[in-house]
């Protein structure tokens, strides 16, 4: 997935406040921010498979260091104890690793039976959304616009920058992903590796919108019936 990863970020901002949007693009992308860059050292290795599926021609069939389940679990433990270290927000904490862990669960729906559960077993799980087009859009775009709305309806511009930065933000998201449908031009693990590494710029591009935009409120429960 592409979209739902970032609807989960988005998503988190209601469950933590105090996280910046720019941090839980970060959690949620994770892994895939690690993936390119063991891709060029050679350590985790992908090849283009036309057919493959309906949605993506990459056959996935070695990247036990950032997506087998154990190391998830690893990673998604690291990122929420460095980041409580660093901000002592215990709820930030929690929904940071949550984010983690959930690229691994919403990629266990996308992908084909090739994701390990421990590093290097021979045992590979996968839903296989993916041999789905209409279904892997329907699912990609609800899950997409409902954590923008979420995101929308928690915090508030400030100014200018806060509002179109945002949507303008929204936009390339949403460009990126009607790109990638369907690609079917042969790609080196390389090419693979050295695109994959501009995704780091959406994160900084994250903490930008989240700093011109103010969190609202959470409603509260006091004074209503039950």
Request: with cysteine; hydrophobic share 50%.
């Amino acid at each position: 997935m592409f979209l739902g990863h970032h609807a989960v970020a988005f998503a988190g901002k209601k469950a933590a406040p105090k996280v910046s949007l720019g941090t839980l693009i970060l959690a949620s992308q994770f892994i895939d921010l690690l993936w390119p860059i063991l891709l060029l050292l050679g350590v985790e290795h992908v090849r283009f498979a036309s057919g493959y599926t309906v949605v993506s021609p990459y056959d996935f069939y070695d990247y036990p260091v950032s997506h087998s389940l154990f190391m998830v679990l690893v990673w998604a433990a690291g990122c929420a104890i460095l980041y409580y270290a660093i901000r002592r927000y215990v709820q930030g904490a929690w929904v940071v690793g949550a984010c983690v862990l959930s690229h691994w669960v919403l990629d266990f729906i996308s992908h084909r039976p090739d994701l390990q559960l421990i590093p290097w077993s021979s045992i590979t799980v996968g839903l296989g959304l993916w041999n789905t087009f209409f279904g892997t859009i329907l699912v990609e775009v609800g899950l997409f616009l409902t954590g923008v709305i979420l995101y929308a309806r928690s915090t508030r511009a400030v100014d200018r920058v806060g509002r179109y930065a945002f949507w303008a933000l929204v936009a390339l998201l949403a460009a990126i992903y009607i790109g990638s449908l369907r690609a079917e031009n042969p790609v080196t693990q390389q090419e693979l590796g050295i695109g994959g590494l501009t995704q780091w710029l959406l994160v900084p591009w994250a903490y930008w919108v989240d700093r011109h935009r103010r969190t609202l409120p959470q409603p509260s429960s006091a004074g209503k019936v039950s």
